[in-house]
């Protein structure tokens, strides 16, 4: 290479890197700020809510509207009947639970039938939404409010629109059926419902990590951190995740995602739509985006709200390879929803969620990993051909890996502050380590893994990849009752 090439290369590379480092730099101080915005709303919330006693009257009124939860399974043989437990001893006055078996190939739907003590059953709905043929339906000879729908495979999004066909009431509740919510879970996720019916469209709830959690009879008994640091950083990733983004959103009316492990919709909005779209693989995300893009086009006062109080408990992956997966179906997700509703970006008549939210997602959750990523290659590249010197490798470090430990941190530290969920002295210690150790190595890592997603994305890929469960505990005997129908 000649000498001005060289040069004229040189100082491509040095404005491109830098250019790299300022954008990293301007979204870490973005979403410090969302961080903090998230820490006060916490605190205002915690310092203004009465849960024993509002959750007590709230149980014992009949003016709570009824929920549906709708709970997609498919091959969840591990956690399947744990889940069930927990969802049909949830507190709350009236509320019926629908688990959708997605055509699965293990033994899912006959442990339901012999653990619930199912029974066919002549149940009518209406298919008001379009969905794969149902073989089944199945109620319980027991007095609980169980129904089991055992349908062709179809897809996550394609079992809810199921689900939501057969609902009967006027709320429905998306669960994971790998999942576990705490008793008065549903009630704190109904309280917006009960206070503003009118305008509130959606409603979303914390979702934690239960790995390393002791758990009976659909119940987390005590809360601890998971063994594997893999999962470690995943919890400081939920923690960062819901305290930065989703409260702050939700404070502004501009929260674009519920997550799809623990969402409470209206059925009447939601069908209003068309229900949950079966061509993406996220399905959550493009529902409660098609959701503003409709109640902004009809000029509609309305809410979608996260309520910081309801917690649901997953299991999240602990070996890399599924871990790939998920991320990698994420990051899908995201950008398909992105491109579905890119003509939201920057209108003024879609307010704050096309001003910023939107905007906010496309530049930085949808082309983020792929900016950050170029920008360890040439840093990489550049110091080792000696391109530019170790000050603008130290710089773009700053940039990243120390903004990001003092996020993680932080957000660790603030949440703590504001829930108390991890008490201990150790689980904190161990949750600040995971926050700096997960810049170094951790989240590069994620980071190649959801650029990797939009090259896939072109590529046509479509599939969700398989998920393993490990199971929650030992089964425990199934309740007799709980709620009524």
């Known amino acids: 290479m000649n000498l001005p090439l060289r040069h004229w290369f040189l100082d491509v590379l040095v404005v491109y890197e830098y250019w790299v480092i300022f954008y990293l730099f301007v979204l870490s101080t973005i979403y410090f700020i969302l961080v903090l915005v998230g820490f006060f709303e916490m605190v205002r919330h915690r310092f203004t809510r009465r849960d024993a006693e509002e959750n007590s009257v709230l149980e014992a009124s009949a003016l709570v509207p009824p929920v549906s939860v709708l709970a997609p399974a498919y091959n969840e043989e591990a956690t399947i009947r744990e889940s069930?437990?927990?969802?049909?001893?949830?507190?709350?006055?009236?509320?019926?639970?629908?688990?959708?078996?997605?055509?699965?190939?293990?033994?899912?739907?006959?442990?339901?039938?012999?653990?619930?003590?199912?029974?066919?059953?002549?149940?009518?709905?209406?298919?008001?939404?379009?969905?794969?043929?149902?073989?089944?339906?199945?109620?319980?000879?027991?007095?609980?409010?169980?129904?089991?729908?055992?349908?062709?495979?179809?897809?996550?999004a394609d079992a809810l629109n199921v689900g939501i066909n057969v609902a009967r009431y006027p709320l429905v509740c998306a669960v994971d059926s790998d999942s576990l919510l705490e008793s008065d879970a549903l009630?704190?996720?109904?309280?917006?419902?009960?206070?503003?019916?009118?305008?509130?469209?959606?409603?979303?709830?914390?979702?934690?990590?239960?790995?390393?959690?002791?758990?009976?009879?659909?119940?987390?008994?005590?809360?601890?951190?998971?063994?594997?640091?893999?999962?470690?950083?995943?919890?400081?990733?939920?923690?960062?995740?819901?305290?930065?983004?989703?409260?702050?959103?939700?404070?502004?009316?501009?929260?674009?995602?519920?997550?799809?492990?623990?969402?409470?919709?209206?059925?009447?909005?939601?069908?209003?739509?068309?229900?949950?779209?079966?061509?993406?693989?996220?399905?959550?995300?493009?529902?409660?985006?098609?959701?503003?893009?409709?109640?902004?086009?009809?000029?509609?006062?309305?809410?979608?709200?996260?309520?910081?109080?309801?917690?649901?408990?997953?299991?999240?992956?602990?070996?890399?390879?599924?871990?790939?997966?998920?991320?990698?179906?994420?990051?899908?997700?995201?950008?398909?929803?992105?491109?579905?509703?890119?003509?939201?970006?920057?209108?003024?008549?879609?307010?704050?969620?096309?001003?910023?939210?939107?905007?906010?997602?496309?530049?930085?959750?949808?082309l983020g990993p792929a900016v950050e990523l170029t920008g360890y290659l040439l840093t990489i590249a550049g110091f080792c051909l000696r391109l530019f010197d170790w000050q603008v490798a130290l710089t773009f470090f700053l940039a990243t890996v120390l903004y990001g430990m003092i996020l993680s941190v932080g957000s660790v530290v603030l949440e703590e502050l504001s829930t108390s969920?991890?008490?201990?002295?150790?689980?904190?210690?161990?949750?600040?380590?995971?926050?700096i150790l997960e810049n170094l190595g951790f989240r590069q890592l994620l980071t190649l893994w959801r650029a990797q997603a939009f090259w896939d994305l072109l590529r046509g890929k479509k599939h969700w990849g398989v998920m393993e469960r490990q199971g929650f505990g030992q089964p425990v005997p199934a309740p007799k009752a709980a709620g009524r129908v």
């Open 84 to 156: 069930v437990r927990a969802l049909l001893m949830l507190s709350y006055p009236q509320f019926e639970v629908i688990v959708i078996n997605d055509g699965s190939k293990d033994a899912t739907l006959r442990l339901l039938i012999e653990e619930f003590h199912l029974y066919r059953s002549a149940r009518y709905y209406e298919s008001t939404l379009p969905a794969k043929p149902v073989r089944a339906v199945y109620e319980s000879m027991d007095p609980i409010p169980l129904i089991v729908v055992d349908k062709r495979n179809g897809g996550k």
């Open 187 to 366: 009630l704190r996720v109904a309280r917006p419902f009960l206070e503003d019916p009118k305008r509130v469209l959606a409603v979303g709830g914390i979702v934690r990590v239960a790995n390393g959690c002791a758990t009976a009879a659909g119940r987390v008994l005590s809360v601890d951190l998971p063994r594997s640091w893999i999962a470690r950083f995943q919890v400081v990733e939920y923690l960062r995740s819901f305290l930065g983004g989703r409260v702050a959103f939700s404070a502004f009316n501009c929260l674009l995602v519920v997550s799809g492990a623990f969402g409470l919709f209206s059925k009447s909005a939601v069908l209003a739509v068309g229900g949950y779209r079966t061509s993406t693989v996220g399905e959550d995300m493009e529902l409660i985006v098609r959701l503003h893009h409709w109640a902004r086009l009809r000029r509609k006062d309305y809410r979608i709200v996260f309520q910081p109080d309801p917690v649901c408990w997953t299991q999240v992956p602990e070996s890399l390879k599924i871990l790939k997966r998920q991320r990698n179906r994420w990051q899908r997700g995201t950008l398909e929803t992105l491109w579905l509703h890119r003509s939201m970006i920057l209108r003024p008549s879609f307010g704050i969620l096309g001003l910023f939210a939107f905007p906010y997602f496309a530049l930085f959750e949808g």
């Open 421 to 435: 969920r991890y008490p201990h002295v150790r689980n904190l210690l161990l949750l600040v380590a995971a926050g």
